[in-house]
Nanobody, 116 residues
Framework: VQLQASGGGLVQTGGSLRLSCAVKVINFGATNMAWYRRGPRTQRGMVAHITSGLRLHYADSVKGRFTISRDNAKNTVLLQMNSLKPEDTTVYYC???????????WGQGTLVTVSS
């Protein structure tokens, strides 16, 4: 299993970025996927979550600005981030949960920096 996140970078306030996570796993369509980001005390907080059945959940701080989606044909999950704010600056992580026991896998982080 491998999760490869990409798409981070530097953007001005109000700008947009799209994060992508390419996943190497059997039966990607059966997984639950999410994006997390590092908080101020290094803990990771959920940003957006999409289940295998395409149910969505967002953190209140990003509702209306971020959109999570998945392409099961390409084993990819995306995070479209619009109207970015300086407080969105941090490292973002791709997350996968699979199997009846809910095994969890993390990708490497990708840094998003929003300048004011």
């Amino acid at each position: 299993v491998q999760l490869q996140a990409s798409g981070g970078g530097l953007v001005q306030t109000g700008g947009s970025l799209r994060l992508s996570c390419a996943v190497k796993v059997i039966n990607f369509g059966a997984t639950n996927m999410a994006w997390y980001r590092r908080g101020p005390r290094t803990q990771r907080g959920m940003v957006a979550h999409i289940t295998s059945g395409l149910r969505l959940h967002y953190a209140d701080s990003v509702k209306g600005r971020f959109t999570i989606s998945r392409d099961n044909a390409k084993n990819t999950v995306l995070l479209q981030m619009n109207s970015l704010k300086p407080e969105d600056t941090t490292v973002y992580y791709c997350y996968m949960e699979r199997g009846l026991r809910g095994y969890v896998y993390w990708g490497q982080g990708t840094l998003v920096t929003v300048s004011s």
